[in-house]
């Protein structure tokens, strides 16, 4: 229960302004007849008969409708879209690879292989990508598990790929992602179409010391800021300094892949000896601090090796204790600070 605010004022003979919660309206006419434009917009005529108690009101233009109540509930969100499904006349491949997407069990893959090989030989490369693909992500640790999958996702990334293979990925994984460690403390969730089976096997092939086949197979990736930084990382490791030099120019620190990228441009200019040019692209690594701690922790880790040669002790002691402060285990700290001595 409220108070309505209502009032009439006149303002000249026959004309009254009235004033409500809702508006201003105003009336014209006198006895017998009165125009009243309320406060909604509408229009109404009034006639009477003076004395008798007798009137009729009708309405000679309507007026607006009342505004929503600002209280009102927002309108219910929209239902999540159900995923696609194979419908009634999918090929029999489609259904039984569908059956199995959300599986853990890497049996499973290899029997639906089986079954469909000889009708449908692009089963196969579906099927190996997603054992590789599942053995890649949850058997680290697993020596068998982890060659399994560099063997599954090596073979099924130099296959072609056929329009059944498209059709399938594309309706049925094209929102499904999967971790990949880039570099170390640097991870990212790739989509099928993000090259993840690519950069995947290569990061198989890196860790079991494969470094040419490792970076055979991340250039046939497309050039993508994860592609680059992984072949960087890769020419890196492999002491192919020019090789990271030419892939680095015209770099910007736009974000982490490519705060990473100066890093690694820092490293390999140093290794060949050009000292100022190795710090100017450490600065510009470290330019943002925003970047993620991993990130600038490699640069500042990279620019001590730099200190350390031309004997600036106490510009590496401040950069590796700035690592030291924020993540006493970060790799190869301890190693730097012993080398400080």
Partial sequence: MGFR???????????????????LGYSVGGKGMRVT??????????????????????????GSSRPHSRNQNPP??????????????????????????TSTIPGDFPNISRKHARSSPHVRVIAATLEGLLHFEFGDGDEAAQERARTLLGWAAVQSITDPIRHFTTTYLFDRTWPVEIVPGVTA??????DVVLLAAAELHQRAGDLDIAIWTVERARPTAHAALSLGELYSCADRHQ????????????????ALLLALRGRAFAHQGFHDAARESFAQALRVRSR?????????????QVDLVQRRKAAARKG?????AEDPTYPGLREALAALG
């Fill in 5 to 23: 605010l209502s009032k009439s004022i006149k303002v000249v003979p026959g004309v009254r302004l009235n004033v409500s919660s809702r508006g």
């Fill in 320 to 324: 590796l204790e700035k690592i030291l």
């Fill in 243 to 258: 090789e990271v030099i030419d892939l680095t120019n015209g770099v910007g620190n736009d974000d982490d892949a490519t």
């Fill in 189 to 194: 969730e790739l989509h099928l179409h993000d």
């Fill in 37 to 62: 434009r309320h406060a909604n917009g509408r229009v109404s005529r009034t006639l009477s008969i003076p004395g008798t108690g007798l009137s009729h009101q009708s309405t000679l233009r309507p």
């Fill in 292 to 304: 993620a701690a991993a990130v600038r922790h490699r640069a500042l880790l990279e620019r001590v």
């Fill in 76 to 101: 219910a969100a929209p239902p999540t879209p159900r995923s696609p499904a194979p419908g009634m006349f999918a090929p029999s491949w489609e259904k039984d690879l569908f059956a199995i997407l």
